[in-house]
Nanobody
Framework: QVQLVESGGGLVQAGGSLRLSCAAS????????MGWYRQAPGKERELVAN???????RYADSVKGRFTISRDSAVNMVYLQMNTLKPEDTAVYYC?????????WGQGTQVTVSS
């Protein structure tokens, strides 16, 4: 049973920073990729950033240059450093781990950016 537990969300003013953490219950290299999605009220869930087993990172255009995804395989953690936050970044952020077409999700952590 794969479990993903997010932490680090909260309320921050525009221009501020937050760091999200995702703890996996298994070796993160068992997954093809791990990453972060977000879902704002009334919107579909969207990819924010991911990193594949080879270390290749991918970012949504809206967060390029502001967000950085990283991982620490020694402790089975994935992180999302979010800088220069904007009100439009407000959403529930979900950690994702994928093996081919199967996705595992965390419970989500709320990020709210005030203007």
């Amino acid at each position: 049973q794969v479990q993903l537990v997010e932490s680090g969300g909260g309320l921050v003013q525009a221009g501020g920073s937050l760091r999200l953490s995702c703890a996996a219950s298994t070796n993160i290299f068992e997954f093809n990729a791990m990453g972060w999605y977000r879902q704002a009220p009334g919107k579909e869930r969207e990819l924010v950033a991911n990193i594949n087993v080879g270390g290749v990172k991918r970012y949504a255009d809206s967060v390029k240059g502001r967000f950085t995804i990283s991982r620490d395989s020694a402790v089975n953690m994935v992180y999302l450093q979010m800088n220069t936050l904007k009100p439009e970044d407000t959403a529930v952020y979900y950690c994702d781990a994928s093996i081919h077409t199967r996705h595992y999700w965390g419970q989500g952590t709320q990020v709210t950016v005030s203007s």
